[in-house]
């Protein structure tokens, strides 16, 4: 073993290479801080929520098939995926604000 190897030297040595303590690594994306979105902005993503989840209601409980004297039965949707207009930021914000709630798998519901 020559000592210009550099390989050589660091498994001789039986230490572990130690972490360059500059390289932090990143913390995970949930921890990033909050994006400040305008009121307006927020207002407009709300209405855009409650418009989708009010025709997706609409559009379950119209299937036909319930029945030919019927009008229907009551939808069982309460959350949705929100439109993919607005960034998850947006939804979080209104989370946060009290106006929306974070159902399962990336899915949102009214209070």
Do not use: C
């Not at 307006?40 to 030919?68: H, I, M, N, V």
């Amino acid at each position: 073993m020559s000592e210009s190897d550099p390989s050589s030297v660091e498994r001789s040595s039986g230490a572990e290479p130690t972490a360059d303590p500059s390289a932090v690594p990143a913390p995970p994306a949930e921890a990033a801080p909050a994006i400040a979105h305008p009121p307006a902005e927020l207002a407009r993503a709300l209405q855009a929520f409650k418009k989708r989840l009010k025709l997706t209601k609409l559009d379950s409980e119209s299937k036909l098939g319930y029945g030919p004297m019927t009008g229907g039965r009551p939808s069982g949707i309460v959350a949705i995926t929100p439109p993919d207009q607005y960034p998850r930021s947006v939804w979080d914000a209104l989370v946060a604000q009290g106006r929306l709630k974070k159902s399962s798998q990336g899915m949102y519901e009214l209070p």
